[in-house]
């Protein structure tokens, strides 16, 4: 019984090895992402939270809102796409 423990822990220890090579790979991405999320909110903070006394009448909204959500889906796609294309990535 205990050679069966000690080859599960074995098994897991080379899964998580594995695991830390995906990880590895995935870091400037996700660094990159970080600093796009970083400066598209100072970019927002700064240029376009003024617009927030301004309020569109049809959708009840204001006007830094309907400005920030297209570039939230942008940096979001941009996202699935590094990722996605990082996991995809064969190993050389």
């Given at each position: 019984?205990?050679?069966?423990?000690?080859?599960?822990?074995?098994?897991?220890?080379?899964?998580?090895?594995?695991?830390?090579?995906?990880?590895?790979?995935?870091?400037?991405?996700?660094?990159?992402?970080?600093?796009?999320?970083?400066?598209?909110?100072?970019?927002v903070?700064?240029?376009?939270?003024?617009?927030?006394?301004?309020?569109?009448?049809?959708?009840?909204?204001?006007?830094?809102?309907?400005l920030?959500?297209?570039?939230l889906?942008?940096?979001?796609?941009?996202?699935?796409?590094?990722?996605?294309?990082?996991?995809?990535?064969?190993?050389?």
């Open positions: 019984m205990a050679t069966r423990r000690k080859r599960v822990r074995t098994l897991s220890m080379v899964l998580d090895s594995e695991r830390h090579r995906e990880l590895e790979r995935l870091k400037p991405g996700i660094l990159l992402l970080l600093g796009a999320w970083v400066a598209y909110f100072f970019v903070h700064v240029l376009i939270k003024p617009f927030d006394r301004i309020v569109l009448p049809e959708l009840d909204l204001p006007l830094s809102t309907i920030v959500a297209p570039g889906v942008v940096l979001f796609a941009g996202a699935l796409y590094l990722a996605a294309r990082t996991i995809c990535k064969p190993d050389r």
